[in-house]
Structures are given as structure tokens and as C-alpha cells.
């Protein structure tokens, strides 16, 4: 990992250097310098709909925990039953605050039955690290950063496995939906996940970061588009799927996101915040014409009732859709208004996921 330089620099992945010669246009996300797009968002976005695209997600944070006591520790800190989870397999889970939200939503490895590996979200890199420490038993568990020597790529798309099958030594046929397992894709060690956030079937790419390049050059030259921050958010919102500091915060209750699933019966670190009900709820919004932004006010009969979390014009559907925040008992309504700019535009209530692969 490297900076650019200045007491406010940002950080940059080990692709960043790709990144500029490929055209990208950078951007700050979440204190990183990141490719918001390269040729554009909606060829970018179509490529993963309707091929392959590769994304960089290596300002992901990955902490190892490990030991004895590595299962107790983390059913006691996350919300999903770790026990369930058997090696090479993965797991969506939640990091509850003490007095509610979240500190972070978060992906769980299991590497062995001693042995698993978090992915969590790059802006939360160090929040969670001094959760965690705190919540740390005084032996039994070892807890190790490294986000730092991690590469992380994401391949995204209907035509991933096919591509990826010609430069793995690996039959990823035989690979389920959440699986983690060793590899080699084009000559390098990696590890695998059948995981992504774009609605598309792909895999994840954990491999050291001075391989970075040679994957990243090496997938490219398959044939597989390169794609941005812009494109990753349209999908991920197209596929209902919630970002941390959106739809997800310290502040929010996080049952109001409709991922009630992830929060298992059991004693864990909060639990008695996480079972009181929530005074709001996530709901899904189709607009015709004029695309809306995260904060914008949504209102029923006139009055505001909550605020857009979430907004974009949808390439796949063509017409701009937003996740919601509004008070729970609006949330049954079929018509809103949003507010942009002192003007309201009528929204019209639509299930989420707005978009779900065949």
C-alpha cells in the first residue's frame, strides 16, 4: 500500500498504478483514491449484467482471527451463528454496537475449525479493529491485520465462471454460492469465494498484494471489462443489496434494512437493543425521471416521513429507483413524493430486490 504523499493523502490499492493507466477517473472513497469509472458507468454496468467485469475491491479490510477460543469469541460479537459455518465456507454477518446500530456489516471466512478470516468495509478499517481488540478475551484468540498485504478482486457477472474456468486449476462447477476454497488462477496461489455484491454470480479474489498487477492484467486480458465505485453502487442497489453509512449505521437501527435473517437467537454482544423493534423500515421506490440522492426527503401526504438512503437512475430497469428509510407506520404505502431541490417528484413504493438474476 502507498500514499500519495501528503499529510491528507489518501490511500491507494496496489492497483492504483493500473488504474491510472488505464484511464480511470479517481475519486475519495472512504479515506482511499479509487476508480469511480474507467470507459463509463453504464457500459461498465451492463458488461457486469450481461458478461463479466472485474472489480478492485483491495481497500476491503481482512483480519485473521484464530485459536481456540476463535468461534466463542466471534459468536459472542457478531449476530449470525458462527457454528454453522463449517471450513471453506461463507458467511454474511453483522458487528452490533453495544447500545445498538452497527459497527459494521462484515464477511466471514472459515478457513479451518480454528481459523477464520473477516472481510469488512474499508471505511470501518479501524473502528473495527478497536472493537474487536476491545472485545478480545485475554487468551485464546489472535487477531491479526492484514489488510494490508491483501489483494482483493471481485468478478463479477453471468459469464465469470466460464472465463475464470480457463485460467483455474480448479472445477468451479463443483463450487456453491458462498463457498471459499484454495486456487491457482493464471499460475498465482490465491483463495477463492464463490461472493460479491453485485447480484451476478462471481467470485472474489484473495491474493497477495504484489500479485495484484499480473491478476488484474491477466483477467483483462480475458476478455473481462474493467469496472468502478459507479458501477458497483448501481448494482448493488439494483440488487437491493445495503452499503454501510447508507442504509446502515451506529446510529440506525439495523432491523429497519428488512435483514432480519442475519440476526440469529442467540446471546451476543448487544442483543438486548437489537430485539427491540425498529421505528423505521427500508422500503424500495421507483421514480420516471428524476434521479434522487441519499438524504433527499420522502413524503406522504405532504409530510416528510424519512429520507432517501440510497439513489440512482437503473441502467438494467431504465428509470431511477431509491431505497428509503421512512417511518414505520408509512412504510405500507404504495405513493410518495421525494424532494429534490424544493420541488417534490412522485415515487411510487416497488419491492426490493429491484433487480434478481434468472
Known amino acids: 500500500m502507498d500514499t500519495a504523499g501528503t499529510e491528507t493523502a489518501l490511500k491507494w490499492t496496489p492497483l492504483h498504478a493500473a488504474h491510472l493507466r488505464a484511464g480511470a477517473r479517481m ?11 474507467y470507459t463509463g458507468l453504464r457500459a461498465e454496468h ?15 479490510g481482512e483480519f485473521r482471527v484464530s485459536g481456540p477460543g476463535a468461534e466463542a469469541f466471534l459468536q459472542h460479537v457478531t449476530t449470525n451463528d458462527i457454528s454453522k459455518l463449517r471450513p471453506g465456507r461463507a458467511q454474511y454477518n453483522w458487528l452490533p454496537g453495544e447500545t445498538g446500530g452497527l459497527i459494521d456489516d462484515i ?4 478457513v479451518a475449525p480454528e481459523e477464520f478470516l473477516l472481510v469488512v468495509n474499508a471505511s470501518n478499517i479501524a473502528k473495527d479493529w478497536a472493537h474487536l481488540q476491545r472485545q478480545l478475551p485475554a487468551e485464546g484468540v489472535t487477531l491479526q491485520d492484514e489488510s494490508a498485504q491483501t489483494a482483493l478482486l471481485a468478478v463479477q457477472g453471468p459469464q465469470a465462471e466460464a472465463l475464470l474456468q480457463g485460467v483455474t486449476d480448479t472445477d468451479l462447477s463443483a ?21 460479491g455484491y453485485t447480484g451476478e454470480d462471481g467470485f472474489e479474489i484473495f491474493a497477495d498484494a504484489g500479485d495484484a498487477e499480473a491478476l488484474w492484467d491477466g483477467l483483462l486480458g480475458l476478455g473481462i471489462v ?13 440488487a437491493g443489496f445495503p452499503l454501510y453509512g447508507h442504509e446502515f449505521s451506529d446510529d440506525l437501527h439495523p432491523l429497519s434494512s428488512g435483514y432480519g435473517w442475519v440476526v440469529k437467537d ?14 423505521q423500515k427500508l422500503i424500495g421506490l421507483r421514480l420516471e425521471r428524476v434521479p434522487v440522492r441519499g438524504g433527499y426527503p420522502v413524503k406522504l401526504d405532504g409530510q416528510v416521513v424519512g429520507h432517501v438512503t440510497s439513489g440512482s437512475s437503473s441502467p438494467t430497469l431504465g428509470h431511477p429507483i431509491a431505497a428509503a428509510l421512512v417511518e414505520a407506520h ?23 430486490p429491484f433487480y434478481k438474476r434468472a
Open 27 to 37: 475519486v475519495p472513497f472512504g479515506g482511499w483514491d479509487m476508480p469511480v469509472q
Open 46 to 60: 451492463t458488461a457486469v449484467r450481461e458478461r463479466a467485469g472485474v472489480f478492485d475491491v483491495s481497500h476491503m
Open 107 to 110: 464477511y466471514v471466512y472459515r
Open 175 to 195: 463450487r456453491k454460492k458462498n463457498a471459499y476454497f484454495q486456487a491457482r488462477v493464471l499460475g498465482l496461489p490465491v483463495w477463492l469465494a464463490r461472493t
Open 226 to 238: 474493467a469496472a468502478g465505485l459507479g458501477a458497483r453502487d448501481t448494482l448493488r442497489l439494483e
Open 266 to 279: 442467540k446471546l451476543h454482544l448487544g442483543h438486548e437493543h437489537l430485539r427491540l423493534p425498529s421505528a
Open 330 to 352: 408509512a412504510a405500507g404505502a404504495e405513493h410518495f413524493t421525494v424532494e429534490v431541490r424544493g420541488k417534490d417528484h412522485d415515487a411510487t413504493r416497488m419491492e426490493m
